[in-house]
């Protein structure tokens, strides 16, 4: 015999009980609706899935002195001498391509300006290495695809050869080493242009 008195949810039928959901559901929502309406729910209006974003830091890249056009400057090559970085490095100073040879990327030890138009160019300056110990490098630009390494012929009869790197060379020189010529040699070993140093 069934309980008399149970009046609860369970006590529809099976399609009652889905009205009552529904009308439960459409309560609900027009309750929400009334609410957005009166302020009490703010609407989030944020992108989905963006956050905010900060500029990549400028890893790689060179500060142009004050002094020089802002153009930017380009490392040609790096190389390790005795625990530090020698960089070779071109850039554009009143509307010149100018060459300079420094162990800080940050200031340009030396500038060599001007003579950048022939088809090779070479340089000997002195550096001071982080150590403070001064060094002698001879460097400079080749305006050659074809050349991929400078042969050095020095005062002395003795000689060297580098490889090219995005066009430039850079050596370091002992006292003995005094460059008398060089030869830009191309991967077949074939020459293709010598020079002389300038300055």
């Not at 459409?26 to 609410?35: E, K, Y």
Request: aromatic content about 8%; overall charge neutral; proline content about 6%.
């Amino acid at each position: 015999m069934a309980a008399e008195g149970h009046t609860g949810f369970f006590s529809h039928t099976k399609g009652q009980r889905s009205t009552l959901k529904r009308k439960a559901i459409f309560s609900v929502l027009i309750t929400a609706l009334m609410l957005l309406q009166t302020g009490c729910i703010m609407p989030d209006n944020s992108p989905v899935g963006l956050q905010p974003t900060t500029p990549p830091d400028a890893v790689g890249t060179l500060p142009v002195p004050p002094t020089l056009d802002p153009a930017v400057p380009a490392i040609l090559l790096q190389q390790s001498v005795e625990g530090a970085s020698l960089y070779l490095i071109r850039y554009t100073s009143a509307g010149q391509t100018c060459l300079s040879a420094t162990f800080d990327q940050r200031m340009f030890a030396t500038q060599r300006c001007g003579l950048l138009a022939s088809t090779a160019v070479g340089f000997v300056d002195t550096l001071t290495h982080p150590t403070g110990r001064a060094m002698r490098v001879a460097y400079g630009l080749v305006n050659n695809s074809s050349i991929s390494a400078v042969a050095f012929e020095f005062t002395n009869g003795a000689n060297s050869n580098i490889f090219t790197e995005n066009g430039g060379y850079a050596m370091i020189l002992d006292d003995a080493q005094i460059p008398r010529r060089l030869h830009g040699i191309n991967q077949y070993g074939n020459l293709v242009v010598s020079w002389s140093i300038t300055g």
